[in-house]
């Protein structure tokens, strides 16, 4: 079953991708299995899933010791600097900084560990109060300050815009990423060795995502079903 809700979703990218002149090859999709135990992570990869978002890091930590099979693992959760080397030893991609004291942290250790991260700056586009996030007109001066940490490969941005019934409504936040991205990539402020990652589109609006240029959607509910707790 979480295979069928896989190659159902992988059909519709490609649509997403061919009805806006994309190729279907650039968007990746990961499967959000935090709350869901290690056999339906299993049973995805097993079925050729190779990307997972997990928010949680002790969660995440002990399903990442246990898998078998060369998964890659991305953290989406709200990150504290007092675990960051744990975030720096178990996943590929890190999609969640969002202020310097993190960027420093996670360096810091990358450093210690010979390691070079890629990162993914978390932007709060809905100007959300209470949300995880840099607020657009901080990003600059965030991405600037980075640059001194070169154990930080930086590939891009990730958003999450505000809970929204209708897909559509989110697609000005869409769009407002992307343009943010490619005006620091034209601005040389990411990784030169990386193209311009864009991490935005869930369940509910993941198609709309596509349409805007995203090339990483984090899909949990529409592939392991509802999850007991809210997280
Ligand atoms: C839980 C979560 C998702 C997945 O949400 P679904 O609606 O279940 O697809 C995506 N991104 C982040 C940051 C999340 O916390």
Same mark, same amino acid.
């Given at each position: 079953?979480?295979?069928?809700?896989? %190659?159902?979703?992988?059909?519709?990218?490609?649509?997403?991708?061919?009805?806006?002149?994309?190729? %279907?090859?650039?968007?990746?999709?990961?499967?959000?299995?935090?709350?869901?135990? /290690?056999?339906?992570?299993?049973?995805?990869?097993?079925?050729?899933?190779?990307?997972?978002?997990?928010?949680?890091?002790?969660?995440?930590?002990?399903?990442?010791?246990?898998?078998?099979?060369?998964?890659?693992?991305?953290?989406?959760?709200?990150?504290?600097?007092?675990?960051?080397? =744990?975030?720096?030893?178990?996943?590929?991609?890190?999609?969640?900084?969002?202020? /310097?004291?993190?960027?420093?942290? =996670?360096?810091?250790?990358?450093?210690?560990?010979?390691?070079?991260?890629?990162? @993914?700056?978390?932007?709060?586009?809905?100007?959300?109060?209470?949300?995880? #996030?840099?607020?657009?007109?901080?990003?600059?001066? @965030?991405?600037?300050?980075?640059?001194?940490?070169?154990?930080?490969?930086?590939?891009?941005?990730?958003?999450?815009?505000?809970?929204?019934?209708?897909?559509?409504?989110?697609?000005?936040?869409?769009?407002?990423?992307?343009? @943010?991205?490619? #005006?620091?990539?034209?601005?040389? @402020?990411?990784?030169?060795?990386?193209?311009?990652?864009?991490?935005?589109?869930?369940?509910?609006?993941?198609?709309?995502?596509?349409?805007?240029? %995203?090339?990483?959607?984090?899909?949990?509910? %529409?592939?392991?079903?509802?999850?007991?707790?809210?997280?």
């Amino acid at each position: 079953m979480i295979s069928d809700n896989i %190659a159902h979703i992988n059909a519709r990218i490609k649509v997403a991708a061919q009805t806006s002149g994309r190729n %279907a090859h650039d968007v990746r999709l990961i499967a959000v299995s935090k709350r869901k135990p /290690l056999a339906a992570l299993q049973e995805a990869l097993n079925g050729g899933q190779k990307d997972f978002g997990e928010n949680y890091l002790q969660e995440a930590v002990a399903k990442i010791a246990a898998i078998s099979g060369p998964a890659i693992f991305h953290f989406i959760g709200p990150l504290q600097s007092n675990k960051a080397k =744990l975030a720096v030893s178990h996943f590929d991609y890190i999609h969640t900084v969002d202020r /310097l004291k993190i960027a420093k942290s =996670l360096a810091k250790h990358a450093t210690d560990m010979g390691k070079t991260q890629k990162v @993914l700056i978390q932007v709060n586009v809905g100007r959300e109060g209470q949300k995880s #996030g840099v607020l657009p007109e901080d990003t600059e001066e @965030l991405l600037n300050r980075m640059q001194e940490y070169p154990a930080l490969e930086i590939c891009g941005f990730m958003t999450m815009p505000p809970f929204a019934q209708e897909p559509e409504a989110n697609r000005r936040y869409f769009s407002e990423l992307r343009e @943010l991205g490619q #005006g620091f990539q034209q601005q040389g @402020l990411l990784a030169a060795q990386s193209p311009l990652e864009l991490s935005m589109g869930m369940s509910g609006d993941y198609e709309v995502a596509i349409e805007e240029g %995203a090339t990483m959607i984090r899909v949990g509910t %529409a592939i392991f079903g509802v999850r007991d707790e809210q997280g």
